[in-house]
């Protein structure tokens, strides 16, 4: 529980003090604030999966970290429009289509 909430408080200071100054920079470019915002995602799904917790917890709370940024809706719709609505354009493997996928499976 420790993590966790040294995780969360980690999240929370860097959402309040360090990514908008991150963000402002990356604004200026639309790749950069897409990479950028990928980058943090991924960022905290390893470290929440490092300390023992779902790799999606991590996705979450960097979710609801990048959604307080001034600069939310930019990133949501470049996401979008990567992603496009269907869901099932995300590649996954075969064999893990039915399965549980965890970051063993993809290096």
Request: hydrophobic residues 50%; proline residues 4%; glycine residues 8%.
């Amino acid at each position: 529980m420790l993590k966790f909430v040294s995780m969360f408080l980690i999240a929370y200071l860097a959402s309040k003090y360090l990514f908008p100054s991150i963000f402002r920079f990356a604004a200026k470019n639309q790749e950069l604030l897409l990479i950028s915002s990928l980058a943090v995602c991924f960022l905290f799904s390893i470290a929440f999966y490092q300390i023992g917790f779902s790799i999606a917890i991590g996705a979450f709370i960097a979710g609801v970290t990048l959604g307080n940024l001034d600069y939310s809706v930019e990133i949501a719709g470049k996401v979008k429009k990567q992603v496009g609505q269907d869901p099932g354009k995300i590649p996954i493997p075969e064999h893990k289509r039915k399965g549980q996928i965890s970051l063993r499976d993809w290096g």
